[in-house]
C-alpha cells in the first residue's frame, strides 16, 4: 500500500516538474524526469514513512514559481520526447516501450534514494496476511 503511495507520488511529482528530454529510449527518458525533479531541488533521500512521503508531496506543491516553472517545462520536454519515441511505433511497440519505461523508473536514482530509507515493516505485515487470507480461501474451496 504504501509503496503504490509513494509510487503514485513520484509519478505526480514527475508530471509537476520538468527537464530536458535527451535522446529517445524509454530509459534515458525515465532518468529525465528523476533529472528534472532534482534540479528543481526535490531530494527523494530520507523517505522513512508516509508522513515523508506526504511531506515530499508537500514540497513538490510548494516549490517557488520560477523552480516550479522550470521542471515543468523539462517535464514536457520529456514528455514530448516520449510523444515524438511513439509516434511511429505500432500498439504493440508502445506497449513494450511502456513497459520499459514503467520498469525503467522503478531503476532511476529519485526511486532508489527514496525507496533506499523506506521502512518495509508494514509490507511483510501485509504479505503475511495476504497468505493467510489466500490459505484459508483455497481450504474453503
Do not use: H, W
Not at 508522513?51 to 517545462?73: S, V
Amino acid at each position: 500500500m504504501m509503496k503504490i503511495t509513494f509510487l503514485a507520488t513520484l509519478i505526480v511529482g514527475f508530471s509537476l516538474l520538468s527537464s530536458c528530454g535527451s535522446s529517445g529510449s524509454a530509459s534515458n527518458r525515465a532518468d529525465d524526469l528523476c533529472s528534472c525533479a532534482q534540479e528543481a531541488g526535490i531530494d527523494f533521500n530520507g523517505i522513512n514513512s508516509e508522513r515523508d512521503l506526504n511531506r515530499l508531496a508537500r514540497k513538490m506543491e510548494n516549490l517557488p514559481e520560477k523552480d516550479m516553472k522550470k521542471a515543468g517545462k523539462c517535464v514536457v520536454d520529456v514528455l514530448k520526447g516520449i510523444q515524438k519515441d511513439v509516434k511511429e511505433m505500432n500498439d504493440s511497440e508502445k506497449s513494450a516501450y511502456i513497459r520499459s519505461f514503467a520498469k525503467a523508473t522503478i531503476d532511476t536514482d529519485c526511486v532508489i534514494d527514496g525507496m533506499e530509507d523506506f521502512k518495509y515493516d508494514e509490507f511483510e505485515n501485509l504479505l503475511d496476511l495476504g497468505i493467510d487470507g489466500l490459505e484459508d480461501e483455497l481450504e474453503r474451496n
